[in-house]
Structures are given as structure tokens and as C-alpha cells.
């Protein structure tokens, strides 16, 4: 049977995908990127771009087009509310950041990485002999073989490329599901230039809100095996009765699992031999589910090491290790207590914010984020959170001993 021959291989075409695509280009080397899906594909998410996302965009693929985002097509902040009814509103620094329409962003992107895409074409498995990778992908029905000097795995949560390398990894991780529905608006006193989250243990563990196209969406996270229809109408019921948002029976509904956890407690996998694991296949995962910015820049590094290690033949794996512990430190930090107490990991003030309030509020939301953190105890993440946040603060670095 024909092979394909290439130097790269990358599997998944979505932002992380894109960062790692256009350095290797950028390098001259040739790049074959694998969809599953028929392009432009969907993509569940808020689309709500982060300072440094909107940054790497821009400076790496142009200025976006209006046809690439959603209305409104600008995002000033987020908005957290407590279950004491205090609410505190935080403009991003830099001002509004763009509204991703991620259908079309992530077509954008990889389109202006100026690597060939395979879509409609499943990555299934690949074998490394240390010299090279050999990888077997479907399209169709049809088996289709790529030989690469390197494959990276920018796949995203439920990640093939790593459980060919991990297979017993999606065992070891507590698993969530995040959905969220449609709903033409009645009545919405949310205000429509913020991304809304709630602090509230009751409702999930992970509940937003947003304006998009004139409709809002309301979502909410719970461990997998949660039913969505139960936990989305506590929380339409909830926002009706206190913030008095009145909507439409939902039209529309999607949903998908997550791998959240593995930055918290610095336990990322970075992939074995010349198979290479980045954006949130690696568990990048940023604040309030912000995972663009990280999966842009992760990719991006991912593609560097891989120059870097062709050019002084290194080991991929030592090269993308060492140079990936800038993402890590940044990633990690948005979850590290002493970083949020003594510094700002974020790209918002909340700090400024919650002392803006007065000292009654202030203790109130304090209390609420203490019972909202509790919903997690059963991870058992809050010594390794602890523990990884002294080491970061006593030697600069998180330990690279614990990442996979
Ligand atoms: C409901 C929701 C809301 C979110 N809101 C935000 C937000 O507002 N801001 C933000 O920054 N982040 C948000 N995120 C997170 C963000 O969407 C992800 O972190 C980010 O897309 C990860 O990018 P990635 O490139 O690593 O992987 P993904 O975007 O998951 O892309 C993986 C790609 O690989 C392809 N693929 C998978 N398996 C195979 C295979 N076997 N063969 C070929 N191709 C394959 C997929 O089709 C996909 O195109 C949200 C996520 C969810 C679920």
C-alpha cells in the first residue's frame, strides 16, 4: 500500500494545531495536518479570546476578519457572581477581546499556517521506531499510511494520538462533561459586553452565560455521567429567580467531555520518543476554561522544539520539555494561590476588583469561593495544588518529574 511521506504529521487542525503548523512552515518543513472532520467543522466553546490569544492571533496569522467571529463581536470581561448576590464585573487588560466563531477561526488559522490539510481523515494509530513514525488513518472507510520524522498529537481532550502512547492514561483522570443550550431571550439583564460565571456549588461546577447571534447561552460542567437537561434547568431556574433572566425553551444543545485537572496539579503530558502531546490533548487549561490562548501557544512551542531538535539533533523530547516550562509556569500559575495572592497570573484584576467592595461583600465572596472550592475535594487536588506551588515558589519552576 502507498505511504505518505512527510516530515511532520499533525493530527487535529484547531488552534493548537495552527500554532505548531506555522512555525514548522515558517522553518520550511512539510507538514501534513489530519481532520477527522469535513472542514470548516464545528466546535463546541465560548469562543471568548484571551488578551494573550487575541496577541498570538493577530501577530501570527494577520488581522481576524469579521467572518470569523460571532456577535457581539467583542468581549470586554467577566462577570462573577456569588451566590450572596454580590456580582463583580473585570474588563480584560488591553480592552474587549474578539468573540471567536470557532467554526471558522480555527479554518482561518490553519489555512494561513500554509500546511497541507487532510480533512474527513481519522487519525488511528502510529508506531514509533525511534527513526520514524508510522501512522495509520482512515478516510471514508479506507485505510490511508503517512511516514513522519515527528507526529504531534494536538487532538484535543479525548486525545488518539495519546492513548496510543499512554493506552491506559484516560483511566487515571477524573472526566467532566461541560454543555450548554440556546435560548432566544425574553428578558436579560445580564450585561451582553461580559462572559458571566458562577461561583455557586449548588449549580455545577462550572457555570456561564453569554450573548451570542441574539440568543443567550446558558451552560454548566459537572462530572461525567451528570444529566444535562437536570443540571441546565436548576440553573435557568436559578437565573430567572435571581438575576431575572427570562428566556425561550432552548432550541439548540451541545455538549462534550473534558480533561480538566492535569494543569491544576502540573501533571501534563508532553508524549514519548517523536510523538509529541500539546494544546489540551497535553491538559492545557487555563482559568474559567480559557484554553485557546495556551493551546495557540503550547502548539507553537511544540513546533519550535521540533525545529530545534532537527536542527542540533537532540532529542525532540528533551528540546520540547525544556522549552515547554514557559507554558507550564503560566498555566500552572493561574491555579497557584500564592501567584493569585501575591502577583496577578491573570488578564483580569480581580483582586482590584473584590477591594473595591465594600469589607461586608468582601467577606461574603470570600466565604462563597471557599464553599464553591469544596465541590472539588473529592479530586483530592488541593495538597498537589499546594504543594506544586511551594516548589514553584521555592525553585522558579514547577517539577517536570511529574509531567508524563
Ligand atoms: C463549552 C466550552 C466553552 C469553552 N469556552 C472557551 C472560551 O470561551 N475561551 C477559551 O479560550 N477556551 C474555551 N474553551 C476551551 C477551548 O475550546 C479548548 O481548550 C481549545 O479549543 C483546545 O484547543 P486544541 O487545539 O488543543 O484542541 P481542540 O480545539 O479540541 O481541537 C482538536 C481537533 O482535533 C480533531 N481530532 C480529534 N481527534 C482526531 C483524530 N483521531 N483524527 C483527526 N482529527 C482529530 C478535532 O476534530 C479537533 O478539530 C471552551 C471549551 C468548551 C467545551
Same mark, same amino acid.
Request: proline share 5%; with cysteine.
Given at each position: 500500500?502507498?505511504?505518505?511521506?512527510?516530515?511532520?504529521?499533525i493530527?487535529?487542525?484547531?488552534?493548537?494545531?495552527?500554532?505548531?503548523?506555522?512555525r514548522?512552515?515558517?522553518?520550511?518543513?512539510?507538514?501534513?495536518?489530519?481532520?477527522?472532520?469535513?472542514?470548516?467543522?464545528?466546535?463546541?466553546?465560548?469562543?471568548?479570546?484571551?488578551?494573550?490569544?487575541?496577541?498570538?492571533?493577530?501577530?501570527?496569522f494577520?488581522?481576524?476578519?469579521?467572518?470569523?467571529?460571532?456577535?457581539?463581536?467583542?468581549?470586554?470581561?467577566?462577570?462573577?457572581?456569588?451566590?450572596?448576590?454580590?456580582?463583580?464585573?473585570?474588563?480584560?487588560?488591553?480592552?474587549?477581546?474578539?468573540?471567536?466563531?470557532?467554526?471558522?477561526?480555527?479554518?482561518?488559522?490553519? *489555512?494561513?499556517? =500554509? #500546511?497541507?490539510?487532510?480533512? $474527513?481523515?481519522? %487519525?488511528?494509530s502510529?508506531? +514509533?521506531?525511534? @527513526? !520514524?513514525?508510522?501512522?495509520?488513518? *482512515?478516510?471514508? =472507510? #479506507?485505510?490511508?499510511?503517512y $511516514?513522519?520524522? %515527528?507526529?504531534?498529537?494536538? +487532538?484535543?481532550? @479525548? !486525545?488518539?494520538?495519546?492513548?496510543?502512547?499512554y493506552?491506559?492514561?484516560?483511566?487515571?483522570?477524573?472526566?467532566?462533561?461541560?454543555?450548554?443550550?440556546?435560548q432566544?431571550?425574553?428578558?436579560?439583564?445580564?450585561?451582553?459586553?461580559?462572559?458571566?460565571?458562577?461561583?455557586?456549588?449548588?449549580?455545577?461546577?462550572?457555570?456561564?452565560?453569554?450573548?451570542?447571534?441574539?440568543?443567550?447561552i446558558?451552560?454548566?460542567?459537572?462530572?461525567?455521567?451528570?444529566?444535562?437537561?437536570?443540571?441546565?434547568a436548576?440553573?435557568?431556574?436559578?437565573?430567572?429567580?435571581?438575576?431575572?433572566?427570562?428566556?425561550?425553551?432552548?432550541?439548540?444543545l451541545?455538549g462534550?467531555?473534558?480533561?480538566?485537572?492535569?494543569?491544576?496539579?502540573?501533571?501534563?503530558?508532553?508524549?514519548?520518543?517523536?510523538?509529541?502531546i500539546?494544546?489540551?490533548?497535553?491538559?492545557?487549561?487555563?482559568?474559567?476554561?480559557?484554553?485557546?490562548?495556551?493551546?495557540?501557544?503550547?502548539?507553537?512551542?511544540?513546533g519550535?522544539?521540533?525545529?530545534?531538535?532537527?536542527?542540533s539533533?537532540?532529542?525532540?523530547?528533551?528540546?520540547?520539555?525544556?522549552?515547554i516550562a514557559?507554558e507550564?509556569?503560566?498555566?500552572?500559575?493561574?491555579?497557584?494561590?500564592?501567584?493569585?495572592?501575591?502577583?496577578?497570573?491573570?488578564?483580569?484584576?480581580?483582586?482590584?476588583?473584590?477591594?473595591?467592595?465594600?469589607?461586608?461583600?468582601q467577606?461574603?465572596?470570600?466565604?462563597?469561593?471557599?464553599?464553591?472550592?469544596?465541590?472539588y475535594a473529592?479530586?483530592?487536588?488541593?495538597?498537589?495544588?499546594?504543594?506544586?506551588?511551594l516548589?514553584?515558589?521555592?525553585?522558579?519552576e514547577?517539577?517536570?518529574s511529574?509531567?508524563?
Amino acid at each position: 500500500m502507498n505511504e505518505i511521506i512527510t516530515d511532520v504529521v499533525i493530527v487535529g487542525s484547531s488552534l493548537a494545531a495552527s500554532g505548531c503548523a506555522k512555525r514548522l512552515v515558517d522553518a520550511g518543513f512539510d507538514v501534513i495536518v489530519l481532520e477527522r472532520h469535513a472542514l470548516p467543522r464545528h466546535k463546541v466553546c465560548s469562543g471568548i479570546l484571551s488578551p494573550r490569544g487575541h496577541r498570538f492571533l493577530f501577530e501570527n496569522f494577520g488581522p481576524l476578519p469579521r467572518e470569523i467571529l460571532h456577535e457581539p463581536t467583542f468581549c470586554k470581561g467577566v462577570t462573577f457572581h456569588f451566590p450572596s448576590m454580590v456580582s463583580i464585573p473585570m474588563d480584560f487588560f488591553g480592552g474587549p477581546t474578539p468573540h471567536l466563531n470557532r467554526q471558522f477561526s480555527d479554518y482561518w488559522a490553519i *489555512k494561513r499556517s =500554509g #500546511a497541507a490539510v487532510h480533512e $474527513k481523515t481519522t %487519525f488511528e494509530s502510529l508506531q +514509533d521506531d525511534g @527513526k !520514524s513514525v508510522n501512522i495509520i488513518a *482512515k478516510k471514508a =472507510g #479506507a485505510e490511508i499510511r503517512y $511516514k513522519a520524522r %515527528f507526529v504531534v498529537g494536538a +487532538d484535543g481532550p @479525548k !486525545s488518539r494520538v495519546r492513548h496510543s502512547v499512554y493506552p491506559d492514561y484516560n483511566k487515571t483522570i477524573p472526566w467532566f462533561m461541560v454543555g450548554q443550550k440556546f435560548q432566544a431571550v425574553i428578558e436579560c439583564p445580564l450585561d451582553d459586553d461580559y462572559f458571566h460565571f458562577w461561583f455557586h456549588p449548588e449549580l455545577g461546577y462550572y457555570t456561564w452565560s453569554h450573548a451570542r447571534n441574539g440568543r443567550q447561552i446558558l451552560g454548566v460542567g459537572f462530572p461525567l455521567g451528570g444529566n444535562l437537561h437536570r443540571y441546565h434547568a436548576n440553573v435557568e431556574e436559578y437565573v430567572r429567580n435571581k438575576h431575572g433572566v427570562k428566556l425561550e425553551k432552548a432550541e439548540e444543545l451541545e455538549g462534550c467531555s473534558h480533561n480538566f485537572g492535569p494543569s491544576l496539579i502540573n501533571r501534563y503530558v508532553f508524549g514519548k520518543g517523536n510523538v509529541l502531546i500539546t494544546g489540551q490533548a497535553a491538559g492545557f487549561f487555563n482559568m474559567i476554561a480559557e484554553g485557546m490562548s495556551c493551546a495557540l501557544h503550547s502548539g507553537a512551542i511544540a513546533g519550535e522544539s521540533i525545529v530545534e531538535a532537527a536542527q542540533s539533533n537532540r532529542p525532540v523530547q528533551q528540546v520540547y520539555r525544556s522549552l515547554i516550562a514557559s507554558e507550564v509556569r503560566r498555566c500552572t500559575d493561574q491555579w497557584n494561590p500564592f501567584r493569585i495572592i501575591f502577583s496577578n497570573p491573570h488578564e483580569a484584576d480581580f483582586k482590584a476588583a473584590l477591594f473595591k467592595l465594600d469589607k461586608q461583600d468582601q467577606k461574603l465572596v470570600l466565604k462563597d469561593i471557599w464553599r464553591f472550592l469544596k465541590i472539588y475535594a473529592p479530586y483530592k487536588w488541593g495538597r498537589q495544588i499546594l504543594s506544586q506551588s511551594l516548589i514553584r515558589e521555592i525553585n522558579g519552576e514547577y517539577l517536570p518529574s511529574r509531567w508524563l
